[in-house]
């Protein structure tokens, strides 16, 4: 009985650390897509905008809000409030839920754009 209780506790612990590796995994592979793909047009600094604007605080954020930001009329006019449905859906392929938006990058990976959407609804 005791091996019995001994050996379900091994395995709980293996399903729990392997749960918090995968986690971790999806964390640094959000940040860094993010950095790889996103970061030469986006930054996350507020009031530092590039070719896109910030995206400090996108979630929960009207679309084309920053100041100062090139958006196109289309964007500032979507009435959207960024949230992490939104994200996904402008992300897998921006002009075709705003038409006529001035982002064109694309991810077409359903995964990849999770993870991306998960490291924004983190900071
Ligand atoms: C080549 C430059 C470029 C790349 C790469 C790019 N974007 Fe953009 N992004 C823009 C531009 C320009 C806009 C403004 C679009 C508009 O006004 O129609 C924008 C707008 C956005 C918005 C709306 C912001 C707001 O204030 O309403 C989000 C969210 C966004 N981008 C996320 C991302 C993410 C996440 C990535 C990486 C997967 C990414 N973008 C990659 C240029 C880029």
Known sequence: MARRVQQVAGALIIVCSSTAISARAQQSSGEQQFQRRCASCHSMEPDQNRAGPHLSGIVGRRAGAV?????????????????????????????????????????????????????????
């Open 67 to 123: 100041e100062d930001a090139n958006y196109s009329d289309a964007l500032r006019e979507s009435g959207i409030v960024w949230d992490e449905e939104a994200l996904n859906s402008f992300l897998s392929n921006p002009r075709d839920m705003v038409p006529g938006s001035r982002m064109t990058f694309r991810v077409a990976d359903a995964e990849d754009r999770q993870a991306i959407v998960e490291y924004l609804l983190r900071k």
